[in-house]
């Protein structure tokens, strides 16, 4: 019966030693592991996805783009600008009143 018991010692105290810090390491290991897994799933998923911010701030861009190419065209037609009365003295900098 000594020897038994001794045995379940031995096995106890590797286990204790050895097995237990390695089990853990890798533990933890997997722990980081499935955490940059999932940072790196969010991340693709957010990079195919643009954001409502910025499409509201793109389709802003391209609103005030052609918005400044239309008043480019009535200005090289001669067409006055709100508030002016000849378009092409305005932008030779010329008074108009």
């Known amino acids: 019966m000594g020897k038994k018991e ?4 031995e096995i106890m105290a590797l286990l204790a030693e050895e097995i237990t810090p390695k089990l853990d390491t890798v533990r933890a290991e997997r722990r980081a ?3 940059y897994q999932k940072a790196s799933a969010e991340l ?3 990079r195919k996805r643009p954001t409502p ?3 509201d701030h793109h ?7 052609s918005q ?6 009535d200005v ?7 508030g002016t009365s000849d378009a092409r003295g305005w932008c030779r900098g010329e ?3």
């Open 33 to 35: 592991f499935m955490q």
């Open 68 to 73: 400044i190419a239309e008043w480019e065209l």
């Open 53 to 55: 911010k910025w499409t």
């Open 76 to 82: 090289d037609q001669g067409v006055p600008l709100e």
């Open 44 to 46: 693709e998923r957010l």
């Open 6 to 9: 001794y045995r379940v010692y």
């Open 95 to 97: 008074e108009s009143g």
């Open 59 to 65: 389709a802003k861009v391209a609103r005030k783009e």
